[in-house]
Nanobody, 126 residues
Framework: QLQLVESGGGLVQPGGSLKLSCAAS????????IGWFREAPGKEREGVGC????????RYKDSVQGRFIISRGDAKNTVYLQMNSLKPEDTGTYYC???????????????????WGQGTQVTVSS
């Protein structure tokens, strides 16, 4: 099975930035789609954004559009979530998830992911 490990979470003030990493237990993620999700206490898990490695295409939740950027790392088994202009409502446990899609015909925001990381906590507070 695919193993995913997130890192980079922490406490940051509103307006600050964090960069999360997701490292996978494969040589390359070229055959995969990777999604970023977050979960706040008492709320359902929601998709933040995603990337299809076959073409580098990305999608984002409307509330993070223009503030968050998902990118592939120089190491082809790594994906990043750069978070800028952070707001208190961005607080939550962030997860990366993977699915071996190959070429994806559809939105990576709607697919069901098979593999999940352990999560990393992001707290935005003054």
């Amino acid at each position: 099975q695919l193993q995913l490990v997130e890192s980079g979470g922490g406490l940051v003030q509103p307006g600050g930035s964090l960069k999360l990493s997701c490292a996978a237990s494969v040589f390359t993620l070229d055959d995969y789609t990777i999604g970023w999700f977050r979960e706040a206490p008492g709320k359902e898990r929601e998709g933040v954004g995603c990337i299809t490695f076959s073409n580098g295409g990305t999608r984002y939740k409307d509330s993070v559009q223009g503030r968050f950027i998902i990118s592939r790392g120089d190491a082809k088994n790594t994906v990043y979530l750069q978070m800028n202009s952070l707001k208190p409502e961005d607080t939550g446990t962030y997860y990366c998830a993977g699915l071996r899609t190959g070429v994806l015909f559809g939105s990576c925001m709607t697919i069901t992911y098979d593999y999940w990381g352990q999560g990393t906590q992001v707290t935005v507070s003054s």
